[in-house]
């Protein structure tokens, strides 16, 4: 193994299909840090003091950008996580979706809302920004998941400090120089290279208001934990294990195509894959035989090919091996795995996507979020038992349920202990639609109406007759 290739921390460009180091970057010192506290503090006054179209305004040059460096973006992604380029360029044109939607919609979510009042007068809830926020990304959407956090704050008046994920840096940086070019005035976006002791700082420093993050449990409970004894409002979105309910199908190898390509989107590293396909008894076999047969055609590419048959890295080598560890695991324990499951040779992050049942409740990976290429798929033989297996799980982000009887997937689909329940569809998903979840999935909703919502004083005016 080269020098190169060692495993490295800190914030550096580290391609998946080899694990070669290509690019470090310098983690801020802690003088940086202040500047960039100060900078944000300093910035919100005349942020906020703009009118909210003045400030939607140079939110939509930052939508346009997005669209307009798509193919930059995608590229830079690819080599940095291993995200399909085709799936890069859908991303950074959500970005444009997302910005666009809280530019164009900001100004009456964000309006002033009159209540009744039984004592005389006039009264009135009033959504006002707070201040600077800290967000804290993830890797597997290194763009989508800064716009959905950073547009609705923007545009309500916020200012934005964001730690990116260590492996993501050169999309930070092109991140930055959306804004930058997009006419946002310093300080009211601000990219920062910080430790995780760095982290805990900010969100001490009384200039900071609030905190988002969207990772693993463990972060999660770490970055709760620090917001809840500083007083700060935090939104965590965190992992998930998504069931995905199939009840009948009068195409069953078709149904299984679409729960494969879900599966496979972004090389199963979203959070709301659907990580657990729960399968009515009398479709189940033909439903695991086409799994078996797309799987076992899939063969490693490069994240810039477009053949639906090539698979990509992980966002790294060490995914990979807590990934294959996990399957690996299942397997001792007495779960099939019907295809897949090899990992890559030499430091590659590859993984080839599986299809794994018999998980049992004795199981590790009956509980665990497994975080790539892998179906895996129970057998139910009613509605009710398929309701029971799909909410016996520590998480709660989404789920889905599909039936040809639209009335017989929406009484399931109704008793889902989710954020998020789609009927018919894998996900609904868009600009407008909130995003987020219940139980160890965290709290909080991105997206939407509900996405001004959060990081704001909804104030009180009460004007007196």
């Known amino acids: 193994m080269s020098d190169k290739q060692m495993s490295v921390g800190g914030y550096r460009v580290q391609n998946p299909r080899t694990g070669e ?20 503090h300093s910035a919100f006054e005349p942020w906020s003091d703009k009118t909210i179209e003045e400030r939607a305004e ?19 992604i690819a080599e940095e996580m291993g995200k399909p380029v085709p799936e890069g360029v859908e991303e950074a044109e959500f970005c444009t979706d997302i910005f666009n939607y809280f530019a164009d919609n900001g100004p009456d979510l964000a309006a002033d809302q009159e209540i009744t009042s039984f004592s005389g007068g006039k009264a009135y809830v009033q959504r006002r920004p707070v201040g600077a926020l800290l967000g804290i990304m993830p890797w597997n959407f290194p763009y989508y998941q800064v716009a959905r956090f950073a547009a609705p704050n923007m545009v309500l008046g916020n200012t934005i400090i964001l730690k990116h994920a260590e492996i993501c840096p050169r999309s930070a940086t092109a991140i930055q120089q959306i804004m930058d070019d997009a006419g946002v005035p310093d300080g009211v976006y601000n990219s920062v290279f910080a430790s995780h002791d760095q982290i805990a700082d900010i969100i001490a420093d009384p200039r900071v208001q609030g905190v988002s993050l969207t990772g693993s449990e463990r972060a999660g409970a770490v970055v709760g934990a620090l917001a809840g004894q500083h007083l700060k409002k935090a939104v965590l979105e965190l992992g998930g ?35 657990r396909m729960i399968v009515m008894e009398d479709i189940y076999d033909d439903f695991v035989a086409e799994l078996t047969n797309l799987a076992s055609r899939m063969k490693p590419g490069d994240p810039a090919d ?30 099939t795995l019907h295809a897949g499951g090899e990992l890559g040779d030499g430091e590659s992050a590859y993984y080839s996507p ?11 990976a009956y509980r665990e979020e497994l ?8 057998k139910v033989g009613s509605d009710e038992e398929a309701l029971r297996l799909a909410n016996d799980s520590p998480f709660g982000l989404g789920g889905a349920v599909f039936s040809q009887d639209q009335s017989r997937a929406e009484k399931v689909a109704q008793k889902l202990q989710v954020g998020m329940s789609n009927v018919n569809t894998p996900a609904g998903e868009g600009a407008e639609l909130p995003f ?3 139980k160890r999935s965290g709290f909080g909703r991105e997206l939407g109406p509900l996405g001004m919502d959060e990081f704001v004083n909804k104030r009180l005016y009460y004007v007196e007759d």
Not at 253 to 273: D, F, I, L, P
Not at 315 to 333: F, I, T, Y
């Open 21 to 40: 180091v290509t690019e470090t970057f310098d983690t801020a010192d802690d003088e940086q840090i202040q500047q960039v506290l100060e900078s944000a």
């Open 58 to 76: 140079v939110v939509s040059r930052v939508a346009e950008l997005f669209t307009e460096r798509k193919d930059e973006l995608a590229r830079i």
């Open 241 to 275: 294990s998504d069931p995905y309910v199939v009840l009948d199908a009068d195409d069953v190898k078709e149904a299984a195509q679409t729960a494969w390509e879900t599966r496979m989107y972004n090389t199963g590293q979203a959070c709301n894959s659907n990580k």
């Open 306 to 335: 477009e053949d639906e048959e090539v698979f990509s890295p992980l966002s790294s080598r060490g995914a990979a091996e807590r990934l294959h560890e996990q399957v690996q695991k299942a397997v001792a324990d007495g779960a």
């Open 354 to 364: 599986a299809v794994l049942t018999g998980i049992t409740p004795e199981m590790d």
């Open 371 to 378: 975080f790539g290429p892998v179906a895996v798929v129970y």
């Open 436 to 438: 987020g979840g219940v």
